[in-house]
């Protein structure tokens, strides 16, 4: 029996502009795309017959709309196996967080099957199949920290710093949709280069739409813009402080409200994915 067991991670926008939108109504930004080691857990055990079946199912989410399911049919014509797949699901991700749950999990379903179903494309034809499923999906094909441009989909490889960092998460989910078409949103951002986002001259246009809908994210932005530069990932309800040392982000997270959930992480500038399914690969070779 077959089995291949991946981690699924979070990232992080460290700035976020919006540049312009267009006529389809999708915005045009520019973003620093950088992992954390903080990650859901895909387990794909190969099976006799043809289905794809998830465990758990994920509350309010028909089956054949979950992301993880859709990565996998969007794969099945490209397969030169006869089989399905069983995946079980660890989820430590939050929804509406704006960390790329949902998308990493899309991302690493089609990184596995790839392998698994003997499909054989490149990362550049699975992160043009994973664009369908949505715009953050490439970067989690491409597996390195990247400055994106476009709807996100217009990777550039950088090497950003790797801090420490405290992640939290107030009580609140927050859906992209409705930032993205608030009607405050400033949408008309100076486009820079990637040498000025490398030094993290940038913000995120999303943080006051966000901080002004929803009361909770403003409360954990203000207190934790005691501690430093706390910052609004995405378009979700997460933020993040850059910290000195792990001994730091512990600093604060100690003090943190109980009601809000708060992770200790590193940045990663290549994806936990990719450092496991390596390793997993070269295993089958020797």
């Known amino acids: ?7 699924s991670p979070a990232k992080l926008n460290l700035f976020l502009h919006i540049t312009g939108r267009r006529d389809d109504g999708y915005h045009e930004l520019q ?16 099976t006799e017959n043809s289905d794809i079946s998830l465990t758990p199912e994920i509350d309010g989410v028909a089956h054949e709309d979950n992301l993880i399911v859709k990565a996998a049919r969007i794969l099945e014509p490209y397969k030169h196996t006869s089989g399905g797949v069983a995946i079980s699901l660890t989820k430590i991700l939050p929804m509406g967080g704006g960390i790329g749950g949902g998308s990493s999990n899309a991302a690493t379903t089609l990184l596995a099957l790839n392998h698994l179903w003997h499909c054989n494309l490149s990362l550049q034809a ?21 400055f994106a441009e476009g709807i996100g989909e217009k990777l550039t490889e950088t090497t950003p710093e790797t801090p420490y960092y405290l992640l939290l998460k107030p009580n609140c989910e927050v859906p992209t949709v409705q930032i993205f078409t608030d009607k405050y949103l400033t949408r008309d951002t100076p486009a820079i280069r990637i040498s000025h986002a490398l030094k993290l001259e ?13 009361p909770e994210v403003d409360e954990a932005f203000l207190w934790l813009s005691q501690f430093g530069d706390a910052k609004l990932t995405g378009t979700g309800a997460c933020l993040f402080l850059a910290c000195e040392s792990i001994e730091d ?6 003090s943190a409200p109980e009601q809000w959930q708060t992770w200790v992480c590193r ?10 399914l390596n390793q997993w690969i070269a295993s089958q070779h020797t």
């Open 1 to 7: 029996m077959t089995v291949l067991t991946l981690p």
């Open 126 to 146: 699975l992160a043009q199949l994973g664009k369908q499923l949505g715009a953050d999906v490439p970067i989690f094909v491409f597996g390195h920290s990247a």
């Open 31 to 46: 973003t620093l795309f950088q992992f954390i080691d903080v990650c859901d857990e895909l387990s794909f055990t190969l």
């Open 202 to 214: 940038g913000h995120n246009d999303c943080l006051e739409v966000v901080r002004r809908l929803y």
């Open 267 to 276: 940045g990663c500038n290549t994806s936990p994915t990719h450092d496991v």
């Open 249 to 254: 982000a512990e600093r604060v997270r100690a």
